[in-house]
């Protein structure tokens, strides 16, 4: 069983920054690929960022150049930093472990860009 929550959501202006960081219990953190996923309101839960076990990332292209992803195994831990946020970046953002016995979700934070 994999456990996670996240944190560092909140309100930002745009052209702000904020890190998200997603907690995850259970063993073999290091095994597996983690990613942070977007959900807006009316629309789909998308990928944002994936950062595999061996530390290779992806980024979908609207956040590329602004978002970094990062984990740290040690702590069982995966970052999101955000910068240059735009008001289309506003939703809930959600972590997701890959396990060989499936997907865990946490629970999401919300991150708001507005003036």
């Known amino acids: 069983q994999v456990q996670l929550v996240e944190s560092g959501g909140g309100l930002v202006q745009p052209g702000g920054s904020l890190r998200l960081s997603c907690a995850a219990s259970?063993?073999?953190?290091?095994?597996?690929?983690m990613g942070w996923y977007r959900q807006a309101p009316g629309k789909r839960r998308e990928l944002v960022a994936v950062?595999?076990?061996?530390?290779?990332?992806n980024y979908t292209d609207s956040v590329k150049g602004r978002f970094t992803i990062s984990r740290d195994n040690a702590k069982n831990t995966v970052h999101l930093q955000m910068n240059s946020l735009k008001p289309e970046d506003t939703a809930v953002y959600y972590c997701?472990?890959?396990?060989?016995?499936?997907?865990?979700w946490g629970q999401g934070t919300q991150v708001t860009v507005s003036s």
């Open positions: 997701k472990s890959a396990t060989p016995r499936g997907d865990y």
């Open positions: 950062i595999t076990s061996g530390g290779s990332t």
């Open positions: 259970g063993r073999f953190f290091s095994i597996n690929t």
